[in-house]
């Protein structure tokens, strides 16, 4: 299972949103303007604001959260830290297989004296990697839907659900009627649900 903790985020988030709503036309926002904002997809207001997440997930799922350009990482490093664990699938011939994998990393490191870089190279997808994930609201608000779809990865998913579970409490006004877009989906089918 896949973990994320808001580590930071925008301090009074609606105020500095209201703030700069209110620029536009010179008047003061309401939390009232900020959602007809937000449901007419005038977005750009949304990135004064940033959260940024603690992140534990699979290499697999790294690979597909780093095709979000707008969001920034900082990733635990192959090359100067031993990968302690694996991400769980709960099929268990496949965590057998993945945990055979680890034994290998792990005796190429404490028995054979390779580098952890050079160990790295054993290293299935299903790798456990610890990152730092930031961006502005915007890019969340853009990232969720798309991968609390149906049709995104299960692991993926429960990532997105536990970030959009910690924005919702921290900026309701902003994350509280984010949803996966099912009912305004404009792809032709849903082959991999």
């Known amino acids: 299972m896949p973990k994320a903790k808001l580590i930071s985020m925008t301090s009074n988030p609606m105020d500095l949103l209201k703030k700069a709503a209110g620029m536009c036309y010179q008047k003061e926002a309401t939390d009232r303007v900020i959602q007809h904002i937000i449901k007419a997809g005038h977005l750009s207001v949304l990135e004064h604001c940033s959260a940024s997440f603690e992140v534990t997930c699979s290499i697999l799922t790294l690979l597909q959260l780093t095709r979000h350009r707008h969001l920034s990482f900082t990733c635990q490093s192959s090359r100067g830290s031993e990968l302690q664990s694996f991400y769980k699938t709960g099929d268990e011939e496949l965590d057998l297989y993945i945990e055979d994998h680890f034994d290998c990393y792990r005796d190429f490191i404490e028995q054979r004296g390779f ?63 984010l949803t996966a877009p099912c009912a305004t989906c404009k792809e032709s089918g849903c082959n991999f649900a």
Do not use: T
């Not at 952890?116 to 608000?141: C, D, H, Q, T």
């Not at 299960?154 to 309701?172: F, G, V």
């Open 115 to 177: 580098s952890p870089e050079m160990a790295a190279y054993l290293i299935p997808k299903g790798g456990e990697y610890k990152l730092v994930v930031s961006g502005n609201f915007r890019a969340w608000y853009e990232y969720l839907p798309k991968r609390l779809c149906k049709r995104a990865s299960k692991e993926h998913k429960e990532l997105a659900q536990l970030i959009l579970k910690e924005l919702q409490e921290a900026c309701p006004e902003v994350f509280g009627d």
